[in-house]
């Protein structure tokens, strides 16, 4: 489109100043900076820029693929499943010191706190059938007193 219109003003524009001035250059023949209406200095650090932020992107992006691939890692870790070693060259890539995401911590953090409860007796007793750990602690308590106040009766002690 842009092709077309200055090709027709362009055109009369030279019949009404009859030719006259320096000859232009045609599309081919201008140099990229020419091509989109800049110097070339200005052309050369808009090139310099686009260069450093692709290197950002493509750190950020290879940040996040070493963060899920940590995840994956810690997952294979806790569930016992043979290692990847495409997450640990992702994970080397970055440095292999690479935190996880403040959201999945949590999550993690929570699925081990989980994990060491059902671990524990109580979450062990907790898996039984047919026990009230509610009344399981109060005969406990009971007993103790029983005996805190037996032991302050005996006339050996």
Avoid: W
Avoid at 137 to 155: M, V
Wanted: proline share 2%.
């Amino acid at each position: 489109m842009a092709f077309m219109v200055k090709s027709m003003v362009g055109g009369q524009l030279k019949n009404l100043t009859g030719g006259l001035g320096g000859e232009e250059k045609s599309e081919s023949e201008k140099s990229p900076a020419e091509a989109q209406g800049m110097t070339r200095e200005e052309y050369e650090e808009y090139q310099r820029q686009l260069v450093e932020e692709k290197m950002e992107r493509d750190a950020q992006f290879a940040q996040r693929k070493a963060e899920r691939a940590t995840v994956r890692s810690h997952f294979r870790d806790k569930y016992r499943l043979p290692k990847n070693e495409t997450d640990d060259n992702q994970i080397q890539l970055v440095g292999g010191d690479v935190e996880l995401p403040k959201e999945l911590a949590k999550m993690i953090e929570q699925d081990n706190e989980e994990e060491e409860e059902k671990n524990s007796v109580i979450g062990q007793l907790s898996n039984i059938q047919n026990l009230d750990l509610d009344s399981l602690k109060d005969k406990a308590s009971a007993t103790l007193e029983d005996l805190k106040q037996s032991a302050e009766k005996c006339s050996v002690m």
